[in-house]
């Protein structure tokens, strides 16, 4: 049984994907770090990488050249200012050359340098081929991204580790029966079993700590693209709509942070279709800032990574006003499970699974994490988690232009609706009366995953990608 963590499924990182763009990036980090251990870094003479499947096709619109060269360079996803990010680019470009890691520089040419093979691999739509050369041989090293930024070199290498680490969880889940099992036979709800889990790989401190990060920086990114108007790069021209939203909806209360902020529109005219225009404004804010190369937290996945903030949102400024870190606490502990319970069983990657793996994995999360804050219970909140994924089974991942923009942004929006109504659903649903439990839904959407046709994979070659034309745009 895989060992998934709360903050393996919330990552902090740089969009616009997490499977082709963080993955990669962290692919080039960790392939740094295996010629350091082999001591052999410092005699590399030239490296390249090439580039396959999915990450091929699909490679230019989501930035993983750039994510590539971004990792080779040495630079941090989560701390880099955003700002630099093409400055680097085009110093590569310009000089032909890279600062290996930081340290040495080396002859690199992008278009030479980084290949783009539309061959699949065998284990993984999303695999890349580092080659360095070192006294005069080449030595390669394939990665896998296999989605939500998560690396593998191949199928299951890191199991063993993995075992080892379940061996200190108190309580190990794979399926949702097991996680209920615990929950009755503790008495506690979800979040309390999961913060156990955690606790036995770092303290209590350090996890409020991270959870402080995770939450800051969704807030921060909500914030930023609800504040940011103007034109997404990339070619479609797709205007960034949450920040005219925004502008309808927020009143003429001051405010100069993201948290001040937050109070503010805790005081606005509370309607159905205002509340349904601030959903969807938090989610597209966030969608657009991660379509714009910004910093976004994987939840589970950099495309979906608005769904999440935009339910915690909707309960902190419109459900519960007294609502602190402790409800922020449970949530994100609650999703994080119920994410893991997903790619244990199923998968997070669009390029296996389409966007089911994506969106509806984020609407089943925030729709069972917020079924808990409104009291529903341990049952209740599998409910929500599996009625927000049944109805997003067979969703295909056919980004135009393979760009995260359309129909990817809006898909977020719908999403996270349809997880407050998911979790309204499983309140006033008796658990006796389930027809569909959630392990049930799980093996379905992987069942559903495998069955679809490799062009609704998030390589852009069926449905949207192709009916719309770039020169439409």
């Known amino acids: 049984m895989e060992c998934i963590s709360v903050f393996d499924m919330l990552k902090i990182g740089i969009g616009p994907s997490s499977s082709h763009t963080l993955g990669p990036w962290r692919a080039a980090e960790q392939w740094i770090n295996e010629l350091k251990q082999k001591k052999c870094f410092d005699a590399v003479e030239s490296i390249s990488v090439d580039l396959y499947g999915s990450l091929s096709l699909t490679g230019k619109g989501h930035a993983t050249d750039y994510a590539v060269m971004l990792g080779l360079s040495g630079a941090d ?162 205007r960034r709509r949450a920040h005219d939203s925004h502008e309808k909806l927020k009143g003429n209360l001051p405010y100069n942070t993201p948290q001040e902020w937050l109070e503010t529109i805790r005081k606005t005219e509370v309607k159905f279709r205002a509340i349904l225009k601030w959903v969807i404004c938090f989610a597209l804010s966030v969608n657009e800032v991660n379509a714009s190369l910004g910093r976004v937290v994987t939840a589970p996945t950099n495309g979906s990574a608005g769904v999440i903030p935009a339910v915690l949102m909707y309960y902190m400024v419109i459900e519960n006003h007294q609502a602190d870190f402790s409800h922020i606490k449970k949530f994100l502990l609650v999703a994080g499970e119920i994410g893991s319970i997903f790619k244990k069983g199923a998968t997070i990657s669009a390029a296996m699974g389409g966007c089911q793996a994506e969106i509806g994995v984020s609407s089943a999360m925030a729709a069972g994490a917020l079924t808990e804050l409104l009291g529903g ?97």
Not at 193 to 214: A, F, Q
Not at 439 to 452: F, L, R
Request: net charge negative.
């Open 77 to 238: 996803p989560e701390t880099m200012p955003t700002e630099n990010i093409q400055t680097i680019i085009d110093d590569i470009k310009a000089s032909k050359t890279i600062k290996f890691n930081n340290e040495k520089i080396l002859a690199f040419d992008p278009s030479i340098n980084i290949k783009f093979n539309k061959k699949f691999l065998p284990f993984h739509a999303n695999a890349l081929v580092f080659t360095a050369k070192i006294n005069g041989k080449n030595k390669k090293s394939t990665f896998y991204s296999i989605g939500g930024g998560f690396v593998v070199k191949e199928e299951r290498k890191n199991a063993k580790r993995n075992k080892e680490i379940l061996k200190t969880f108190p309580y190990p889940v794979r399926l949702g029966t097991e996680l209920l099992e615990f929950c009755k036979n503790l008495n506690l709800p979800i979040s309390d079993i999961v913060l156990e889990n955690e606790k036995s790989l770092r303290t209590e401190t350090e996890i409020d700590y991270e959870l402080h990060r995770i939450w800051n920086t969704m807030l921060e990114c909500m914030y930023i693209g609800c504040h940011t108007e103007g034109n997404l790069p990339g070619g479609l021209n797709v």
């Open 377 to 473: 219970t341990p049952e209740q909140v599998l409910i929500a988690a599996e009625i927000a994924m049944e109805h997003h089974l067979g969703l295909t991942c056919d980004p135009i232009g393979g760009l995260v923009q359309v129909p990817c942004i809006e898909r977020n929006s719908m999403g996270a609706i349809k997880a407050i109504n998911a979790a309204e659903l499983a309140l006033d649903t008796d658990p006796e009366n389930t027809k569909v439990p959630l392990d049930k839904v799980v093996s379905t959407m992987w069942e559903t995953a495998k069955d679809m046709n490799s062009k609704y994979k998030e390589t852009s070659e069926g449905g949207l990608a192709i009916g719309v034309n770039l020169v439409d745009c």
